[in-house]
């Protein structure tokens, strides 16, 4: 049971690492159309309700690439 639990494993990790490849492999398309933008998020205190950092993410405005809303 424990080698099918291993294969089964290793075989989830390998599909996940195809889309990632795919990606990885648009990103200097990306870079070079400059489709990239940063945007500043706030981190709050859940127990005051108060920013106390801000954290910078990266976002596409390529088709290719989904962004969290």
């Known amino acids: ?17 195809i889309p990632r490849l795919r990606t990885m492999r648009g990103l200097p398309d990306v870079l070079t159309l400059g489709d ?4 500043y998020q706030p981190i709050v205190a859940l127990a005051t309700m108060e920013p106390f950092a801000h954290e910078a993410l990266v976002r596409s405005n390529s088709p290719h690439w989904i962004n969290p809303p």
């Open 1 to 17: 049971m424990t080698n099918f639990r291993n294969w089964l494993k290793n075989t989830q990790a390998r599909r996940a690492g």
């Open 36 to 39: 990239l933008s940063v945007v």
